[in-house]
């Protein structure tokens, strides 16, 4: 196949089993969802109304992420309450915007999710936030205070960790500008029937195990990054919300990602937004209007690229400077070692010494 003949995209859609979890806690006070997806014309086979149980196949059954994000904002509505009513008392409406307030002033992700972690110690005390480093590796653990639900299984507590870290890891992407990759994640529960559908939405690297705590893996550095948000970007981005942006970073509908592919296969030569717009058939104000829509830009994702890029071969390879620095696409090595610093506040062989000497007292210890 040509390059200039990429896959077609497929509409984006999610599983209903994410439909039964958003709905148990209206079934908990008795509240029928059956009208409110007539309303939205949502004709599921397997209604939570029905009484489905853990364990129903629903991972066949799918329905558009432009209906699920109706749904997700008419069921808070409904209940006035943005925990959907799973949690021990209501997460009042507006406690998102007031979230994402809260996360834009921070210099740095790091004390944007310090931040959240208190917001939400506040407003949702039934699960504990943390953030930990150690090893060159970074964790975000969700915690429950006190179990959710009689089962481990049951459809309501599986969708309070999917919804908390989906959200979480949302903002997060949008606050810097970039999608953030997980590079695992143990949910506390065991395997749904709409499993599959999280290498979308989370990582393929999921993995089901027992116990009260969520764990999601990701690089340290990124930690570093910084908040590149503003007032005026809020209020777009808060439009629709928070349903709009409930799938907004998952793979198969990410702009980003797909020009972040085209810029990693054409290195070391560098890659023109004109020439990545053509490649995927639209022009190049088309694509950077959807670049932004998604919270980032031509020549950012580039950056991140060569920065995730060059992080990894100087931690994972013997590859001299120089030679990264060309396989990156840079004309000179001083180019490179002026953006790495400004990545990282170290040289090159500064940040490998260091891991070095971090991978040393490990062992020691």
């Known amino acids: 196949m040509s390059p200039k003949n990429p896959p077609t995209r497929k509409h984006a859609t999610v599983s209903v089993g994410f439909v039964h979890g958003m709905l148990a806690g209206m079934l908990r006070r008795g ?37 699920y994000a109706r749904l997700y904002n008419r069921v808070i509505a409904r209940l006035d309450d943005e925990g959907f009513g799973l949690f021990s008392r209501p997460m009042g409406c507006g ?3 007031f979230l994402c307030r809260g996360m834009l002033g921070a210099p740095t992700l790091a004390e944007a999710l310090d931040r959240a972690r208190r917001f939400l110690a506040i407003v949702l005390p039934d699960l504990a936030i ?20 009689p089962r481990p299984d049951d459809p309501g507590r599986v969708f309070a960790f999917e919804w908390l870290l989906r959200l979480i890891h949302s903002v997060a992407c949008w ?11 143990d949910f506390p529960f065991p395997r749904p029937a709409h499993a599959d559908d999280y290498a979308l939405v989370y990582t393929e690297h999921s993995r089901f195990v027992t116990g009260p705590q969520l764990v999601a893996r990701f690089n340290q550095t990124l930690l570093e990054l910084p908040v590149r948000r503003d007032e005026a970007a809020l209020m777009a981005f808060l439009e629709g919300a928070p349903g709009r ?23 070391p030569a560098s890659l023109s937004q004109e020439e990545a717009a ?49 396989d990156l696409g840079y004309a000179d090595t001083s180019a490179f070692y002026r ?27």
Do not use: C
């Not at 500008?177 to 997980?182: E, T």
């Not at 940040?351 to 210890?365: I, K, M, T």
């Open 95 to 97: 406690s998102f915007e």
């Open 339 to 365: 953006a790495f610093v400004g990545w990282t506040g170290l040289s090159p062989e500064r940040y490998r010494r260091q891991l070095l000497e971090q991978a040393s007292e490990s062992v020691q210890h």
């Open 130 to 149: 943390r953030v930990l480093r150690q090893n060159g590796r970074a964790e975000l653990q969700i915690t429950e205070r006190s179990p959710l639900a």
């Open 245 to 267: 942006i409930s799938m907004l970073y998952r793979r198969d509908r990410n702009t980003v990602t797909r020009v972040r592919d085209l810029i990693r296969q054409q290195l």
């Open 175 to 185: 606050l810097v500008g970039r999608g953030l990759a997980l590079d695992g994640v």
């Open 31 to 67: 509240i029928d969802p059956t009208p409110m997806l007539a309303e939205l014309d949502i004709r599921l086979a397997d209604t939570a109304s029905s009484g489905a149980t853990p364990g129903t196949h629903t991972g066949a059954q799918r329905l558009p992420v432009d209906a």
């Open 278 to 326: 053509d490649r995927l058939h639209m022009s190049s104000r088309t694509l950077h209007r959807r670049l932004e829509e998604e919270g980032s830009s031509f020549r950012g994702i580039k950056e991140a690229l060569r920065r995730d890029l060059a992080l990894a071969r100087l931690t994972k390879t013997p590859m001299s400077i120089a030679q990264v620095a060309a």
